[in-house]
T-cell receptor, first 115, second 114 residues
Framework: AQSVTQLDSQVPVFEEAPVELRCNYS??????LFWYVQYPNQGLQLLLK??????LVKGINGFEAEFNKSQTSFHLRKPSVHISDTAEYFC?????????????FGTGTRLLVSP | NAGVTQTPKFQVLKTGQSMTLQCAQD?????MYWYRQDPGMGLRLIYY???????DKGEVPNGYNVSRLNKREFSLRLESAAPSQTSVYFC?????????????FGPGTRLTVT
């Protein structure tokens, strides 16, 4: 069975500073990896995904993530955050080669951007 | 396209009451899911339907039932609500056939059981 660990429940940062949100996963098989964002009182929206190929993945709103198989990590980064990036971010994993996609989510990291 | 829609948006129930949460998608997706979101616990899968005509239990199925009414609709039923079912419920859909592996989420239903 897979599991996802997001060690930081909350990350405060100043506007225009860089940020990294950490995600580690555990699985006995190869996986696909995702980051979703949830703005207040809304559903989840896909930021980016890693399916195969280049380990550096670029997503929407200037975010990127790097897949590190040896460290079983998929950390999310942004070089310069904006106030509007304040949201909750979820890392998720699903097994490859299933007939459908069954996601396992981390507990989330709340990013708080202040002026 | 409306994407994934959920009704109602808010609901307050008394302990022991029943209700059905409705979900519909207009993207011709094969798979549909129900999650609950609780503070500090992320999203946990309640039930899923890999394809029309099939349903399976997820991580936290106790106290819930589901119906995949057709390819578009997937409902979640609470037969006898309990305070522990106070949560925000999200429906999602996906289609591996699209090759994108993305799950598309509805806006959620905020349920309070008193």
């Amino acid at each position: 069975a897979q599991s996802v660990t997001q060690l930081d429940s909350q990350v405060p940062v100043f506007e225009e500073a860089p940020v990294e949100l950490r995600c580690n996963y555990s699985s006995s098989v190869s996986v696909y990896l995702f980051w979703y964002v949830q703005y207040p009182n809304q559903g989840l929206q896909l930021l980016l995904k890693y399916l195969s190929g280049s380990t550096l993945v670029k997503g929407i709103n200037g975010f990127e993530a790097e897949f590190n198989k040896s460290q079983t990590s998929f950390h999310l980064r942004k070089p310069s955050v904006h106030i509007s990036d304040t949201a909750e971010y979820f890392c998720a994993v699903s097994e490859m080669n299933t007939g459908f996609q069954k996601l396992v989510f981390g507990t989330g990291t709340r990013l708080l951007v202040s002026p | 396209n409306a994407g994934v829609t959920q009704t109602p948006k808010f609901q307050v129930l008394k302990t022991g009451q029943s209700m059905t949460l409705q979900c519909a998608q207009d993207m011709n997706h094969n798979s549909m899911y129900w999650y609950r979101q609780d503070p500090g616990m992320g999203l946990r899968l309640i039930y899923y339907s890999a394809s029309e005509g099939t349903t399976d239990k997820g991580e936290v199925p106790n106290g819930y039932n589901v119906s995949r009414l057709n390819k578009r609709e997937f409902s979640l039923r609470l037969e006898s609500a309990a305070p522990s079912q106070t949560s925000v419920y999200f429906c999602a859909s996906s289609s591996k056939d699209r090759g994108d592996y993305e799950q598309y989420f509805g806006p959620g239903t905020r349920l309070t059981v008193t």
